[in-house]
C-alpha cells in the first residue's frame, strides 16, 4: 500500500504552462502519474502535452474529476491559488512555493481544514510513492518501493537518506514533503495517523529541523499512539541563535526555543531513535527491518 496518492491519483497541476509547471508536469507523466488536467487562468482551452488547460480548478474538477492538485506558482500568488482549490473541494492540495506570506497560510490552512481538505506544504517537495504516483519534483530515480515511510521538513536530507537507502536495498513506500516554512499545511502529528494505518510501512522516518515545536509535538504524540519504529533526525544542531538557517521556520530562539537538543531529548524519551546523521538514519533502518 501507500498513502495519501498510488495509482488512482488523477492530478491537476496549477501553472502548467509556466515553465516549471510545464518541465515538471513532463516528470510526472513519464513516472505514471494520471495529470490529468492542468489550470492557467486566461489560458483554456489549449493542451500542455497533451494535457487539457482549463481557466479555473472547478472546471477542471468537473471535466476531469481530479482528486488532487499540485500548485506550481510564486508564493506571492499562492494564497489565491490555494483559496481557489479549496473552494472546488480538491481532496488534496500540494504547495510547492517557498516564504509564502505566514498570515497567507494561516488562512488557507484554516479554510482547507474547516473542508476537510488535506493541504501539504508550503516549501515541500511533493509526494511520491514510488512505482504508483509522484506529484512533486523529486528526482524519483533515487526512490524504490518498500517498507520506510518518510516525512521531512527538508528536501535535501530525505534525498539523501533516500538514495543511501535505495542503495541498500531498503525501499519507501511513501515519502511527504512537509515543507519548511513557518506555517505547513500539514504538520508531522497529522501525518503520522496514515503511515501508523498503512500495514505496509514497518518503520517511519520524520527529518526534522531546528525551529518551531512541530517534532514535541511529534513526540507527543509517537509516545502515545505509534507502534511502529520511528527514527528521527534533526538537522541543524550548529546553528546559531536568533538566526535563520535556510527554511523560513529553520531559527533558534534567542532563549534556546526551537533547538535541536530539546527535540532529540523529547523524541527519545518518546521512544524514538535519535540519528546523528542522514547515513545514521539508514544503519537504523537496516538494523531495525533485519529482525
Known amino acids: 500500500m501507500s498513502i495519501l496518492i498510488d495509482e488512482n491519483t488523477r492530478l491537476i497541476v496549477q501553472g502548467i504552462t509556466g515553465r516549471e509547471g510545464q518541465f515538471h508536469t513532463e516528470q510526472m507523466l513519464e513516472y505514471g502519474t494520471?495529470?490529468?488536467a492542468g489550470v492557467t487562468p486566461g489560458k483554456g482551452g489549449q493542451e500542455v502535452l497533451g494535457v487539457p488547460v482549463f481557466n479555473t480548478v472547478r472546471e477542471a474538477m468537473e471535466a476531469t474529476d481530479a482528486n488532487t492538485t499540485i500548485i506550481f506558482v510564486p508564493a506571492k500568488f499562492l494564497k489565491d491559488s490555494i483559496m481557489e482549490a479549496v473552494d472546488a473541494e480538491v481532496p488534496l492540495i500540494l504547495t510547492i512555493a517557498?516564504?509564502?506570506?505566514?498570515?497567507?497560510?494561516?488562512?488557507?490552512?484554516?479554510?482547507?481544514?474547516?473542508?476537510?481538505?488535506?493541504?501539504?506544504g508550503p516549501n515541500s517537495f511533493g509526494i511520491i510513492s514510488p512505482g504508483k504516483a509522484k506529484a512533486g519534483f523529486m528526482a524519483h530515480k533515487i526512490f524504490s518501493q518498500g517498507p520506510v515511510g518518510f516525512m521531512s521538513r527538508s528536501a535535501t536530507n530525505c534525498y539523501e537518506t533516500v538514495?543511501?537507502?535505495t542503495n541498500r536495498g531498503i525501499g519507501q513506500s511513501t515519502c511527504i514533503g512537509i515543507g519548511g516554512d513557518m506555517i505547513p499545511g500539514t504538520t508531522f502529528v497529522e501525518a503520522l495517523p496514515d503511515f501508523?494505518?498503512?500495514?505496509?510501512?514497518?518503520?517511519?522516518?520524520?527529518?526534522?529541523?531546528?525551529?518551531?515545536?512541530?517534532?514535541?509535538?511529534?513526540?507527543?504524540y509517537i509516545k502515545e499512539h505509534v507502534t511502529k519504529p520511528v527514527v528521527a533526525l534533526i538537522a541543524g544542531k550548529n546553528a546559531p541563535k536568533g538566526t535563520s538557517m535556510g527554511h523560513a521556520g529553520a531559527i533558534v530562539g534567542?532563549?534556546?526555543?526551537?533547538?535541536?537538543?530539546?527535540?532529540?531529548?523529547?523524541?527519545?524519551?518518546?521512544?524514538?531513535?535519535?540519528?546523528?546523521?542522514?547515513?545514521?538514519?539508514?544503519?537504523?533502518?537496516?538494523?531495525?527491518?533485519?529482525?
Open 196 to 220: 501508523e494505518a498503512d500495514p505496509e510501512t514497518k518503520a517511519i522516518v520524520m527529518i526534522g529541523e531546528i525551529g518551531g515545536d512541530a517534532e514535541e509535538q511529534a513526540a507527543a
Open 98 to 120: 517557498e516564504h509564502t506570506p505566514v498570515h497567507d497560510m494561516m488562512l488557507c490552512r484554516r479554510l482547507a481544514h474547516e473542508k476537510g481538505l488535506r493541504l501539504f
Open 34 to 36: 494520471k495529470v490529468v
Open 163 to 165: 538514495f543511501m537507502l
Open 254 to 291: 534567542e532563549d534556546g526555543s526551537g533547538g535541536a537538543e530539546g527535540k532529540e531529548k523529547v523524541l527519545k524519551e518518546a521512544g524514538c531513535y535519535i540519528a546523528e546523521s542522514t547515513e545514521h538514519v539508514v544503519d537504523i533502518l537496516a538494523e531495525i527491518l533485519s529482525k
